[in-house]
């Protein structure tokens, strides 16, 4: 039971490239998180998927893209990386969102540096 | 909008003296609060949370936090740290039934042996 994964671990993008950050959950979890850690700043939601086929935006959206490939699954995705793109990105996942005391676990985390 | 307070950006205690991290949260509802640790390079690992069965909640590790409605307080403690115990600490607030978790910015713990 490995719980939250991603991949990759450490990334360098040069600005205008573009990529996809992968996470996958083996908890048969119905909601996944995309959020950010920025020294300082607690972390923050980029989106989030409350059920397989749905996605919203979270706190800070702008620049990213999202796919909820099936229950499992939740990608990432930076059409053209900026160098504010510099950041930890943290994947979770939770048994259903909206319920009291819903628990979210997290992934290992990704280190993207954007030059 | 609800808001979570660390009072203190960084604590360091002597290994084994007891440790203290202020947490106060502003929900005017009640709450759903959690504890996370992130060692270094490592990503969140949950320490604790508040169902509201009880005010005082038992943590992995040895941790503990007292939730105090008339202080709108969520502190962790421990008795006595451990060298191990060194990492980030961030309180949390989900809200009432909210997805979004309102993370505080985070207290450094150091140990000092």
């Known amino acids: 039971n490995a719980g939250v994964t991603q991949t990759p671990k450490f990334q360098v993008l040069k600005t205008g490239q573009s990529m996809t950050l992968q996470c996958a959950q083996d908890?048969?979890?119905?909601?996944m998180y995309w959020y950010r850690q920025d020294p300082g700043m607690g972390l923050r939601l980029i989106y989030y998927s409350a059920s397989e086929g749905t996605t919203d935006k979270g706190e800070v959206p702008n620049g990213y893209n999202v796919s909820r490939l099936n229950k499992r699954e939740f990608s990432l995705r930076l059409e053209s990386a900026a160098p504010s793109q510099t950041s930890v990105y943290f994947c979770a996942s939770s048994e259903a969102m909206g319920t009291p005391q819903d628990t979210q676990y997290f992934g290992p985390g990704t280190r993207l540096t954007v030059l | 909008a609800q808001s979570v307070t660390q009072l203190d950006s960084h604590v360091s205690v002597s290994e084994g003296t007891p440790v203290l991290l202020r947490c106060n949260y502003s929900?005017?509802?009640?709450?759903?609060l959690f504890w996370y640790v992130q060692h270094p390079n490592k990503g969140l690992q949950l320490l604790l949370k508040?169902?509201?069965?009880?005010?005082l909640v038992k943590g992995i590790n040895g941790f503990e936090a007292e939730f105090k409605k008339s202080e709108t307080s969520f502190h962790l403690t421990k008795p006595s740290a451990h060298m191990s115990d060194a990492a980030e600490y961030f309180c949390?607030?989900?809200?009432?039934?909210?997805?979004?978790?309102?993370f505080g910015k985070g207290t450094k713990l150091s140990v000092i042996p």
């Open positions: 908890m048969n979890h119905n909601s």
């Open positions: 929900s005017s509802y009640s709450p759903s």
């Open positions: 949390v607030d989900s809200g009432a039934g909210s997805y979004q978790l309102t």
């Open positions: 508040y169902t509201s069965a009880a005010t």
